[in-house]
């Protein structure tokens, strides 16, 4: 599984930013930050995270992330239930362990379809996120199968080139 850097952030950002009534925050499907009038860095593509298979299946989550010098740092991507079993959803949460000191959780994020896409941000900056992802079980409101990926500035340094 390689781990890609996005490049062209600013040309899209550029492009977003000529589009009328352009949201202020980063989509999912344009995989850029825009911070207020600053040019936009481009995110990296940190690839799948998926929860442990279950009885019929599995959530997914197509992770994209900023720079780790970000002021606020997103988690985006998208969310896929890939769990046949009616009452089962797929669910996403980031835990960020802020450079100050403590750790907080986002609000997590649940899709019961085959595509959706979310964004978790911090509250300031960080120097690693865990992101996990579940099967939720709706009518039990427990989660099942959690995995979770511990990603830190080290780790990204040492992608190949």
Known sequence: ???NLVIGGLLAF???GSLPAASAHATAGSHTAAAGSRAAAPLIHWGPV?????HRGYAKADVWITRFTAETFVVSGTLYDRDAHGGHCAYVRARFHYVGGGTGWAQPRTTCAS???FRLSSDGQIK???V???VLDRPRR???NCYADAITPAVIANWPQ
């Open 1 to 3: 599984m390689g781990k």
């Open 14 to 16: 550029a492009i977003a």
């Open 50 to 54: 998926q929860s442990r298979s279950g």
């Open 115 to 117: 595509g959706s896409p």
């Open 128 to 130: 690693r996120v865990d």
């Open 132 to 134: 996990k992802v579940c």
């Open 142 to 144: 427990t989660t099942l």
